[in-house]
């Protein structure tokens, strides 16, 4: 902003008024030519104002829409005198009467657009400086200067539809929810601090000096509770908290839509999740889903598709090659543990370039390189061809049903890095070359998830899901005797490729959780100083009980057809975790950190430079 | 529990069975005699058991009531024949059929009472230790105890209907307010530390070593953003926090109905605050309550109960007798700044004991002492009756309207100890007297708040509702020059002497609120560092905007006639605010804080006592 204009915003200010006893009778977003002759009051923020033929125009916004209001001389000159004054942003109140607006001026396009409300006075109920970036939808300022000042960035009609949409499926859930018998209930936020779950945040006690409470990763434990005390049906709407290093589209506190119930089994949640989000989408898109969700066993999603939350929207699926390639000169092939190809039809187009790009891509889910074979019409054009004998080639032509025109890509090595890789190029390539049907919503329900997972870091087997799942039916030996093999009666829901939705049927034997905790290599001591009022709860009368977790910003995200959760979140943070509004997180006083019997470490080296800190993933 | 009960439970557990595919049909509260030959399936918990006439009678217990099961040897044998091992919660799944009990039997006081279900098959889905109180509403167990099993305590039918107001209380609040237009937002909980309220719970920043964030005590200055974005109309059923040593009936965290709007004055929102309290008696209470509340400026509300915050539903107004016994010959009179009497009508019969205890009351509010008269037929009896003069007694007798068979109690001094030992005083009498109104709910709203109150610790002022307050209409000036007398646009709904609810129009101009920081000692540049980013909005085309919050907690302890809010949240935290059932805080690996950049001050003196941790307040 120059001097001069925020001289004259200063200038201005010697208009402001009160309110006074003016009230609204209209929202920005209401009248029409039903409304002619009608005396009204608009209140809202000034979108533009043109001087035209001795007139001034206002366009005058709200949450609602916009209105035209003009201020002629002829007709009422006191409200017409200072009416230039009127800056964007400016905050207006004006009375005065509806009109239909001069041929040639409708605007069809815009609910008010045949009228305009003519001042018979008005007061101006606050000034604004000139904002950084125009209050529009088209605003190309960057994410930070968007979320440094995101009040502003709030104004835009598109971040308002975000906002509204979020609230009108959060009380769609909430509905559905109170009608099939769930209460909601509150958990702590102060609670306390487990293993076996990503890293907490802690807040330290005053009251109970070197001690500390943390945020939950999730109310797993209070949910079970209440199933124990015989709520019978739970759920709450709920912010979640991890410390991670923040990837992509991540947040440090999210919001769960979480659900517990007794005496169910899977079905019976599934089916309650399949109507919970039938009805989310009928009142809130309008749309009819169909019922049930396919399901489909996790083996076969890694087989298929390399990940466990399929994009069903198109093909290009996976094919294992490993029992044709296994005794082939080409060594890479012939000694991998797994070997998959994905077939592109008419992918031979794709340039040196593009192929480099992805093979760029698929190195950071650790693959090495990235193999390809064009089908022409007289040859198989490619680096590796001349290592295949025919049979090879035959069975590979075979296997991905191979046509003139299609590139494969091949990954071969450690199954996990294989899968991910040409799992996640999948999907990469999909979005690259346009092959996913717009405004399409594909659920489905990946089950029979494995119970545990190696952690090579630890050197153990973690809980794939969380140590409280059960294990499936005639499962339980397997936890102790090949816990690789033993699968967990988790189920999570996928749209369109993220995971929206996950959950299990819980264990509720005190035995049972005593061997889960035992195979994930606690001592019976080690258990009990974590769990012990978990384990002893389930000895007093646990029901069988299940539920499973939205992640309400991602739904709603996919809803809004927003690229990234921040767009969906009023106030979010930086990949760095800090809130450029606010400049949270901050320095404290040293009184404060005396009162929690705390010191720091070191003293931190950056000093108010918290408005730069942290930039914004690009997700 | 004995060894032997529980070497019994631990021999049933091999009667334990999967859900299998059995389906509940009903709950344990809806059978009647119109579901008579009805092939039911229940689960539940068993609340007794009894042997009768070779027969085994099982109460069966959900969250919906308790149904009868019969067990026969004649008519199911084999369901007969290992029914003698069900004991008090354990858990149960029975299919069976419905029947009339026999003649006898019935019992009216239960909606089930006319009914039993004939077990022909069932499974025993858990095992129950002895649990260490008995499942039922009249339980003398220990607050400390129940908190400790705290999901026991919640199977009470009681605690049940607690959490199942909450949750009504709460759906028909979100209804009111999204039918008004009022849209959601969910608002930071790591967010910044700021001056001017109570002690923020702190949360080491991990990413930004050296960086606290801090939880919300209200999300007031988010609030306000969201109504500098145009939002118009926002609320948040939203927990809060404040690290206070914690006194009588408060919690750590605790949760607030918080609501804000553009374009309005204080009427807007008290109408909609009414209309609220309204619809909430309607659904929830079946109560009409008559619109609108009676409103009480500050002023008089201290004058006549000396509490900001009366209860309206009993009598025992004080009185100022300052001037009566200005000259009075009782020096403790004559000097004080303040003196006031209340009267308790026939509080003559008081024993010398009683009066004794209440003596002991007031001194909690820092008086030395409280004077009394007994008016008795022939004389005022009294330790200080006689050094007040014929013309003072007239007074005070016309004062205070006395009549044979009273008690008047009074206080001398600084006024504002004064009217809180007598404005105490006051509702604790009441109490032990039973001049309360059972069942009778007075709403009532408190006006024209000060602005500022004088801190002597911090020998300045600070804000009495919170910095952001407007100042009242025409009271712009004396923010500087009287700041005593300065009047706030606040109010505050008090519900029984509570204040359920409280709010205020805000400061929506940057000038002002630059004014408000200056009067409250801040310097410019304080008031950038801490608030920058508020004065900036306000400066962006801020609108007039007011809300108000309510204390969801209180209110659903007052709705459920419970006399703890610790009795309508689920897990409440102790006066130590700590947690006796996860035992949080909690000490946390070195590790842990070796990554926040974080040393302790001193080691934890104490260890493993966390399950002792802090007595429960007695409110």
Known sequence: MTEQTQDIQQEHQKFIEDLGDWQRSHTCGQLTLADDTAEVCLMGWVQYRRDHGGLIFVDLRDRDGLTQVVFSPDIAPAAHENAHILRSEYVLAVKGKVRPRPEGMVNSTMVTGEIEVVAYEWKLLNTSKTPPFPIEDRCDAGENLRLAWRYLDLRRPRMQENLRLRHKVAQTIRRYLDEGGFVEVETPVLTKSTPEGARDFLVPSRLNPGEFYALPQSPQLFKQMLMVS????????????????????????????????????????????????????????????????????????????????????????????????????????????????????????????????????????????????????????????????????????????????????????EPDMVN???????????????????????????????????????????????????????????????????????????????????????????????????????????????????????????????????????????????SSIRDVIAFPKTQKATCLLTEAPAPVAAKQLRELGLRLREQPAKEGEAKQGGGVAQA
Not at 444 to 450: G, K, M
Not at 526 to 552: K, N, R, V
């Open 230 to 413: 015989g709520l019978d049906r739970y759920f709450q709407i709920v912010r979640c908290f991890r410390d991670e290093d923040l990837r992509a589209d991540r947040q440090p506190e999210f919001t769960q839509v979480d659900i517990e119930m007794s005496f169910v089994d899977e079905e019976k949640v599934m089916s309650m999740a399949e109507g919970l989000m039938a009805r989310v989408f009928k009142e809130v898109m309008g749309r009819e889903l169909s019922l049930p969700f396919p399901r489909m066993r996790w083996d076969e999603a890694m087989e298929r598709y390399g990940v466990d939350k399929p994009d069903t929207r198109f093909g290009l699926e996976l094919k294992d090659i490993t029992e044709i390639v296994r005794g082939s000169g080409f060594k890479l092939f012939a000694q991998a543990r797994l070997v998959k190809g994905m077939k592109v039809p008419g992918g031979e187009s794709l340039t040196r370039k593009e192929i480099d790009a992805f093979t760029e891509f698929v190195k950071i889910y650790g693959a090495q390189g990235l193999a390809w074979i064009k089908i022409k019409a007289d040859e198989w054009q490619s680096p590796i061809a001349k290592f295949l004998s025919d049979e090879e080639r035959k069975g590979i032509a075979e296997a991905l049903d191979l046509q003139v025109g299609d590139i494969v890509f091949f990954q071969a090595g």
């Open 420 to 562: 991910a890789a040409l799992g996640n190029l999948r999907v990469h390539l999909a979005g690259q070359l346009k092959l996913i049907p717009e405004n399409s919503f594909n659920f489905l329900w990946v089950t029979d998830f494995p119970l545990y997972e190696y952690d090579q870091e630890e050197k153990r087997f973690v809980a794939c899901h969380h140590p409280f799942t059960s294990p499936a039916s005639g499962h339980l030996e397997l936890m102790s005797s090949d816990p690789a093999k033993a699968r967990a009666r988790a189920y999570d829901m996928v749209l369109n490729g993220n995971e929206v939705g996950g959950g299990s049927i819980r264990i509720h034997s005190g035995d049972v959780q005593r061997r889960m905790f035992e195979a994930l290599g606690f001592t019976p001591e080690q258990a009990e100083a974590q769990f012990g009022f978990l384990i002893q709860a389930l000895e007093q009368g646990a029901p069988p009980h299940g539920g499973l977790a939205f992640g309400l910003d991602r739904l709603v995200m996919l809803l809004a057809g927003a």
